[in-house]
């Protein structure tokens, strides 16, 4: 009985969360309306990418990818919807390729530190920008600019808020 496979013991068990009735839809939907009106009346708010942190947040929690897929494309085509300008589709693809990394990631690692927040939220948002400009550009034939400083700095601004705010949203999590 000869194996070469070396048993490392159990696999480190990573903590499925759930929440209260009402808070996924509620946060979706609160992202989507404030992502719409804030720029009009605060001009910085246009680098502010709400709906992305709401479905990365969830994706790295539920941390199911088939969860996480279908949530970035809902959130993805409410958006669309609601951008003027917009063709439906562009946020929906790539919000359905971020919720899907989101949830894998989340399923193999344990993102609950700030600083692992921070980081992903920064690859999350320049992956979300590139996926947007490649989708851009392939189906409608518009050039759009892959990255460039202000959208590192915007990356940057969007994790900055993104731990404040995924520190809210673990209150409404349900005990297991």
């Known amino acids: 009985m000869?194996?070469?496979?070396?048993?490392?013991?159990?696999?480190?068990?990573i903590e499925v969360h759930k929440y209260y009735p009402g808070v996924v839809p509620l946060a979706v939907v609160l992202s989507l309306v404030l992502?719409?009106?804030l720029p009009v009346h605060v001009s910085?708010?246009?680098?502010?990418?709400l709906p992305l942190l709401v479905t990365i947040y969830f994706a790295l929690s539920k941390r199911n990818p088939s969860s996480g897929l279908l949530l970035g494309m809902?959130?993805?085509?409410?958006?669309?919807?609601?951008?003027?300008?917009?063709p439906i589709g562009?946020?929906?693809i790539a919000k359905t390729l971020v919720g899907y990394g989101g949830s894998t990631i989340g399923?193999?690692?344990?993102?609950?530190?700030?600083?692992?927040?921070?980081?992903?939220?920064?690859?999350?948002?320049?992956?979300?920008?590139?996926?947007?400009?490649?989708?851009?550009?392939?189906?409608?034939?518009?050039?759009?600019t892959y990255v460039t400083l202000p959208i590192?700095?915007?990356?940057?601004?969007?994790?900055?808020?993104?731990?404040g705010f995924f520190t809210f949203l673990d209150r409404f999590r349900r005990q297991s």
């Open 90 to 92: 562009l946020y929906g």
């Open 35 to 37: 992502q719409v009106f």
């Open 2 to 13: 000869e194996s070469s496979e070396i048993y490392a013991g159990p696999e480190p068990h």
């Open 152 to 163: 590192f700095i915007a990356a940057g601004a969007n994790a900055m808020i993104a731990v």
């Open 44 to 49: 910085w708010a246009n680098y502010l990418e």
């Open 74 to 86: 809902a959130i993805g085509l409410l958006q669309d919807s609601l951008t003027p300008g917009t």
């Open 107 to 144: 399923s193999r690692l344990d993102v609950e530190h700030p600083i692992a927040r921070f980081m992903l939220t920064i690859m999350f948002y320049l992956l979300h920008h590139v996926i947007f400009a490649l989708t851009k550009h392939a189906l409608l034939n518009q050039q759009e």
